[in-house]
């Protein structure tokens, strides 16, 4: 139990296009999702924090304009990333919880690669 | 303000050879306390958690970590290493009071030779 997917897995774009990337808990209800990326050999950094029906908090130096959350239902939050640069390349990862629970769920990350 | 500090960026072990990744936390309330493993271009995947009660806390594949308040540790251990054991493993920290906001250790990457 207690499985996030994340789609797409991967995604190459164009300099100025967006992004969209879905994060999904496919067996429980997920009060809560929080969004992270990670650049290589680096640790996991909290963007933003998104319960469902309500904006998302997101983390200091974070630009909510730019990386726009969505969590339209207890199942499934959207993370888009507009007019995506290359600096914007980066792993991905959204992570789930569930009710007053402490554990956080994973999904396996999408790689995004701005050209 | 939470932090996770774990010394050694990159951990080396013979297989068969005793495992120990160190993780030292800060927290102002009391923590939970995390570890998880990832594989290259993967999530990341529990290994154990702590929360309240029993200090020394069993895991998957072997794994146990040992709440120190005292010495505000909680390091990784596993008696034996395998070649799968070949991993980056994060420390994490995080507590209810901020909603579960997770702050994550800078990882370590363990090496398992034959």
């Known amino acids: 139990g207690a499985v996030v997917s994340q789609h797409p897995s991967r995604v190459i774009c164009k300099s100025g296009t967006s992004v969209k990337i879905e994060c999904r808990s496919l067996?429980?209800?997920?009060?809560?999702m929080f969004w992270y990326r990670q650049f290589p050999k680096q640790s996991l950094m909290l963007m933003a924090t998104?319960?469902?029906?309500?904006?998302?908090?997101?983390e200091q130096g974070v630009e909510k304009d730019k990386f726009l959350i969505n969590h339209a239902s207890l199942t499934l939050s959207t993370l888009t990333v507009t007019s995506a640069h290359p600096e914007d390349s980066s792993f991905y990862i959204c992570?789930?919880?569930?009710?007053?629970?402490?554990?956080?769920?994973f999904g396996p990350g999408t790689r995004l690669l701005v050209l | 303000a939470q932090s996770v500090t774990q010394l050694g960026s990159h951990v080396s072990v013979s297989e068969g050879a005793l495992v120990l990744l160190r993780c030292n936390y800060s927290s102002s309330v009391p923590p939970y306390l995390f570890w998880y493993v990832q594989y290259p271009n993967q999530g990341l995947q529990l290994l154990l958690k702590?929360?309240?009660?029993?200090?020394l806390v069993k895991g998957i594949n072997g794994f146990e970590a040992e709440f120190k308040k005292s010495e505000t540790s909680f390091h990784l251990t596993k008696p034996s290493a395998h070649m799968s054991d070949a991993a980056e493993y994060f420390c994490a920290v995080s507590d209810k009071t901020g909603g579960f906001k997770t702050i994550f250790g800078a990882g370590t990457r363990l090496f398992v030779k034959a």
């Open positions: 702590y929360t309240t009660g029993a200090t």
């Open positions: 998104s319960n469902e029906g309500s904006k998302a908090t997101y």
């Open positions: 992570s789930a919880t569930q009710g007053d629970q402490e554990t956080q769920y």
């Open positions: 067996d429980f209800q997920a009060t809560t």
